[in-house]
């Protein structure tokens, strides 16, 4: 590995680490990081959370089941289950090749940097994740008879003293 390559990982690695996990927050309009939930019937709701590169799967998974609950408790249900969940990746690569003299500079699913050394060509893969979810709000009878039922107080119990909430909460 030549002096460039070494230079651009550990600047790469050095901006990756300046940046902290998504905490757990109100989705900002701007960038839309953090969560998100909107009625879809009066007991039905989807709730969604969104990190950025920082923030590992399973806490934003973490986050989405806190975010279920805490809705849970505002609608003035105690129980929630799942009818949908899923959490998507999205990657995106960065490389350090702009390109022979000349090239189109578009942007694309690739971001470039503007030096030009066509020995030089390292890719860096960044994931971030989202979960969604559609739950269903349970009265004590139907959480009876759902083995998929939580006890939104529970959940909120365990997690929510782990979460990493914004500074504003």
């Given at each position: ?22 905490p ?36 934003v998974?973490?986050y ?18 799942f ?20 090239w ?36 004590p ?20 003293p ?8």
């Amino acid at each position: 590995m030549n002096f460039n390559r070494i230079a651009i990982a550990s600047t790469f690695l050095t901006l990756a680490a300046c940046v902290s996990p998504t905490p757990y927050q109100a989705a900002d309009p701007d960038h839309r990081l953090g969560y998100s939930d909107q009625r879809l019937a009066d007991n039905r709701i989807r709730v969604s959370f969104r990190g950025n590169a920082a923030t590992q799967r399973e806490q934003v998974e973490s986050y989405l089941l806190l975010r279920s609950a805490e809705v849970t408790r505002e609608a003035g249900y105690s129980w929630f289950a799942f009818d949908t969940r899923d959490t998507e990746a999205k990657t995106t690569y960065y490389t350090d090749f702009a390109g022979w003299p000349g090239w189109h500079r578009g942007f694309g699913w690739y971001h470039h940097s503007w030096a030009f050394d066509p020995r030089v060509e390292t890719t860096f893969p960044t994931t971030r994740y989202e979960a969604y979810a559609e739950i269903v709000l349970l009265t004590p009878q139907q959480a009876k008879g759902d083995s998929r039922a939580l006890r939104a107080d529970d959940v909120i119990a365990r997690l929510g003293p782990t979460a990493e909430r914004s500074p504003a909460h």
